[in-house]
């Protein structure tokens, strides 16, 4: 999961500041590496700036640096290693091509073997590099066969191989000296948004990951890019957009209940509608299983801060049922507000440590109260043990825990880093709630289940639950050739 950012402008004004804000407000989805690219028409230069750390820290110095249009990444690591030279975008010198993504592209060996076998190789960890070298290629292959044709052709006909022949989940922005570029892959796992702002003569166009960094940037958001689809901008801001291959939708459900910012809006509605209705499902669900210890809670308590909207709403639905017996809403737990996103740390000892620093408990608004614990979802578990020893040690009674998000039972190979079962709470124990309940130290284990899931919160739609279906969607390998054919002169 990563942030990803392009602006380009019709009236040559700078974009780096457009740039900047829009991954400043897109840094929940990627706090440990930044990278910013702005193209120069005057000076006809390429200025790419990459650091380790929050968006806003690597940004900030650079000013008001020339440029109508560029890319900017904010990145979590779900693919190779860190450091900067693994952060985004990445930049072919040869094609004039500039990328960046969000995602996960699962045949990255395929692509480093047959490169080596025609004497290239990756000279990154990061597979956004994997993915530009497909597109370069094809792009060069393409204008051999063909020179004379316009370069948004040339381009849409590469992204169309690539929808073919790269496999995984991958939401892209991609430039060149010409135009800006954006392409979904073919379910359209990760979001990815496009907006406008300004009047004829000094418009700007903004293609993002979330509608939030297009709204704070003063953007109105225009449509959600299809998934299967490619669009080019040029500097006039003449737009085409062809849906090039488009297989049934499936978007990551988990972006509803964890990822995304809870002022963005995806498939159609606010981040926020979608963590209430799964709260409510959760209060629903408690309510049939398990009716005698909703008058027993004292506290319904958040951790912070994603599941906050679904845990007012559960608490508010067994409010209703108690026959006018208040049920307290309270929040002493509290997460460092510069503490990052523990899930995104990259080592387990990163993450222990984390949550051991972030997290504080109020002792005395918790002691010897039955408390019920409302959380995003359960996947390593280092948070949720952490902080059910820390309200122990404060003297709380009992304690219920549950989760708007099913129990995660498999790996995800479409842009999270839980590329092993051993990993998983849930995996480790066979998917036994009795089993991870006994090793959480709680009293009660409610996951919301699929099912309801699917029907009460999504409505019905389509998305992708693999983590917690077990049923991914996503190829390993190509069969075929991923690289074009070489040219034989």
């Given at each position: 999961m990563c942030g990803i950012v392009g602006v380009i402008s019709e009236s040559g004004e700078p974009v780096v500041k457009d740039l900047a804000n829009g991954s400043h407000f897109l840094q929940h989805r990627g706090p440990a590496y930044a990278g910013l690219l702005v193209l120069d028409p005057v000076t006809r230069r390429v200025r790419l700036e990459k650091g380790e750390g929050l968006a806003d820290d690597i940004f900030k110095p650079l000013g008001a640096i020339p440029g109508d249009l560029g890319l900017a990444h904010t990145r979590y690591k779900t693919h190779?290693?860190?450091?900067?030279?693994?952060?985004?975008?990445?930049?072919?010198?040869?094609?004039?091509?500039?990328?960046?993504?969000?995602?996960?592209?699962?045949?990255?060996?395929?692509?480093?073997r047959e490169l080596q076998e025609r004497g290239q190789e990756l000279g990154a960890e990061c597979d956004a590099e994997a993915l530009l070298r497909v597109l370069a290629l094809w792009f060069c292959h393409f204008r051999e066969e063909d020179p004379g044709a316009a370069e948004r052709e040339l381009m849409f006909r590469a992204i169309a191989e690539v929808q073919e022949r790269v496999t995984g989940a991958f939401s892209t922005v991609a430039a060149t000296p010409n135009a800006l570029y954006a392409f979904r892959d073919a379910a359209g796992f990760r979001p990815m948004v496009r907006g406008s702002k300004g009047a004829a003569g000094r418009r700007k166009l903004m293609i993002a990951s979330e509608t939030i960094a297009l709204e704070q940037n003063g953007y109105d958001v225009d449509e959600e890019v299809p998934r299967g689809a490619a669009l080019c901008v040029d500097r006039g801001l003449e737009l085409e957009e062809r849906v090039l291959k488009q297989l049934s939708p499936h978007p990551c459900a988990f972006e509803l209940i964890y990822f995304a910012d809870v002022e963005s809006a995806m498939l159609g509605e606010n981040i926020r509608t979608y963590r209430w209705r799964a709260g409510r499902a959760l209060a629903l669900m408690v309510l049939d299983r398990a009716p005698e210890i909703v008058s027993e809670i004292?506290?319904?308590?958040?951790?912070?801060?994603?599941?906050?909207?679904?845990?007012?709403?559960?608490?508010?639905?067994?409010?209703?049922e108690l026959d006018g017996t208040a049920l307290q809403y309270a929040t002493p737990v509290s997460k460092y507000r510069y503490g990052g996103r523990i899930f995104m740390e990259e080592t387990q000892e990163e993450r222990d440590e984390a949550a051991m620093l972030d997290f504080r408990v109020d002792e005395k608004a918790v002691e010897g109260k039955d408390i019920f614990l409302v959380d995003d979802s359960i996947v390593r578990g280092t948070n949720a043990s952490r902080i059910v020893r820390a309200l122990r040690a404060a003297g709380a009674?009992?304690?219920?825990?549950?989760?708007?998000?099913?129990?995660?039972?498999?790996?995800?190979?479409?842009?999270?880093?839980t590329p092993t079962q051993a990993e998983?709470?849930?995996?480790?124990?066979?998917?036994?709630?009795?089993?991870?309940?006994?090793?959480?130290?709680?009293?009660?284990?409610f996951y919301l289940p699929v099912d309801r899931f699917q029907e009460l919160v999504l409505k019905g739609a389509g998305a992708c639950m693999a983590c917690a279906t077990g049923r991914r969607e996503v190829k390993f390998e190509y069969s075929g050739n991923v690289l074009p054919p070489l040219t034989r002169k």
């Open positions: 190779g290693g860190g450091g900067v030279n693994n952060a985004q975008p990445f930049y072919d010198a040869f094609s004039g091509i500039a990328l960046a993504h969000n995602g996960h592209i699962t045949n990255v060996l395929q692509i480093a004292d506290l319904v308590v958040p951790i912070p801060h994603s599941p906050i909207p679904g845990a007012e709403a559960f608490a508010q639905k067994l409010e209703k009674g009992r304690i219920f825990f549950g989760t708007l998000w099913p129990m995660v039972i498999d790996s995800c190979f479409q842009g999270i880093n998983l709470i849930g995996a480790r124990f066979n998917g036994d709630v009795e089993e991870v309940r006994r090793e959480l130290g709680v009293d009660a284990l």
